[in-house]
């Protein structure tokens, strides 16, 4: 104050900050945003989301952000077939910090075809949240190739004090295009015919990025794909039975076949 008047001084960087203004499908996307994640719920992922719906929580005007808490009335956001990560805590911590500081992890890895776990030094490219699940990708050194990890798989993970480069001729959104899910091999050419009852619902869905749809006169459709990995595509076939038809490759087919008899050969 001086002379009578009252001087205000603002510190340097301050800006006036407006209550947050949410519109209804912004509120209904943080909350799907939540549900989306619930598998990874425990880990740093999960507990970073929740903390920050509670910031922008606490900037709404509390009628808007008792909404938001209570949109589970109106909305249902399920998964199926959830992974655990309640146990991955630390993992997930310490590759986070390897992804975007670029130093090499090691980790202690165990996959369903070996018993015993086995160490491996990996320069983290990525995590990957695919159908519920997280994958690190990334250039493994003992097998001196591009892995994909499942991390509940993984049983710790160490930061060296080493740093990686990226390859700059590594694109991770065109290699992923070629796996159908999360494992990548040889691309091939695979053909599908799917009956007249199950063509609309193959019609309504984007299954893999190099997909074709040819409609065949009698009302079914041929679906045509480039993967490099059939294991995953005979998983997801299986479910169809008799709806679907392997055209190409003759492999494919057979080990569908088998799979499915297999499966009425020990019931019997």
């Known amino acids: ?12 960087g301050f800006h006036a900050e407006a209550p ?4 209804l499908t912004e509120q209904m996307a943080l909350y799907f945003s939540k549900g989306l994640f619930k598998p990874l719920q425990g880990t740093p992922i999960y507990e970073s989301l929740e903390s920050a719906i509670q910031k922008i929580g606490s900037q709404l005007p ?4 008792k909404f938001l808490r209570g949109l589970d009335q109106g909305i249902s956001v399920s998964n199926f077939g959830l992974k655990d990560y309640s146990h991955s805590k630390e993992v997930i911590n310490a590759l986070t910090q390897a992804v975007f500081n670029k130093r090499i992890v090691t980790i202690l890895h165990r996959s369903p075809q070996h018993e015993e776990a086995i160490e491996r030094e990996v320069d ?14 990334g250039h493994c050194h003992r097998d001196d190739d591009l892995r994909t990890f499942a991390v509940e798989r993984i049983q710790s993970a160490n930061l060296t004090n080493r740093r990686f480069e990226m390859p700059p001729d590594f694109n991770f959104e065109e290699f992923r295009k070629t796996a159908f899910n999360v494992i990548w091999g040889e691309p091939q050419e ?20 190099s997909q074709k749809i040819e409609a065949e006169p009698d009302g079914s459709v041929v679906l045509t794909l480039v993967v490099r990995d059939l294991w995953e595509v005979k998983r997801w076939l299986i479910g169809f039975g008799a709806e679907a038809e392997v055209l190409e490759p003759r492999e494919l087919g057979t080990d569908v076949a088998n799979e499915c008899w297999g499966v009425v050969s020990r019931r019997r």
Do not use: C, D
């Open 190 to 209: 695979v053909r599908i015919r799917f009956s007249p009852s199950q063509a609309p619902y193959i019609r309504e869905r984007t299954w893999h990025a």
């Open 1 to 12: 104050m001086r002379n009578g008047t009252v001087f205000w001084h603002l510190i340097e």
């Open 62 to 65: 509390a009628q808007s952000f």
């Open 20 to 23: 947050i203004s949410l519109t």
């Open 124 to 137: 983290p490219y990525k995590l990957w949240y695919v159908n519920n699940g997280l994958y690190l990708v």
